[in-house]
């Protein structure tokens, strides 16, 4: 079944951490350009970081620059997404994209060929 996979997601404190994982099924993860994002149900995405099929990371988002990190481990097949310092506004489901195209700033442009299921992050005390 081809497929992305988001996993790593739960409940975490006020500045804990977590590592989300992009986990490709049925295709090879290392020619795609992978996005992640993170949305209520009924609102817009907000893309936070992009990492093209080279490695080249694009500047983050403003809410998450200097605590989330985007990279990827092509014999993995795996791209992660290492979040800081979170916070309860950081409280949403995260998704994963996978494209042929660039990394506009944190957005991975249109289409998508891959969007994941998601994995929910909830920041509480």
């Known amino acids: 079944q081809v497929r992305l996979v988001e996993s790593g997601g739960g409940l975490v404190q006020p500045g804990g951490s977590l590592r989300l994982s992009c986990t490709a099924s049925?295709?090879?993860?290392?020619?795609?350009?992978i996005g992640w994002f993170r949305q209520f149900p009924g609102k817009a995405r907000e893309g936070l970081a992009c990492?093209?099929?080279?490695?080249?990371?694009?500047p983050y988002a403003d809410p998450v620059k200097g605590r989330f990190t985007i990279s990827r481990d092509n014999a993995q097949n795996t791209v992660y997404l290492q979040m800081n310092d979170l916070k309860p506004e950081d409280t949403y489901t995260y998704h994963c994209?996978?494209?042929?195209?660039?990394?506009?700033?944190?957005?991975?442009?249109?289409?998508?060929?891959?969007w994941g299921q998601g994995t929910q992050v909830t920041v509480a005390s």
């Open positions: 994209a996978a494209s042929n195209y660039y990394c506009r700033g944190p957005v991975l442009a249109e289409p998508h060929d891959y």
């Open positions: 049925g295709f090879s993860l290392e020619h795609y350009g």
């Open positions: 990492i093209n099929r080279f490695g080249n990371i694009a």
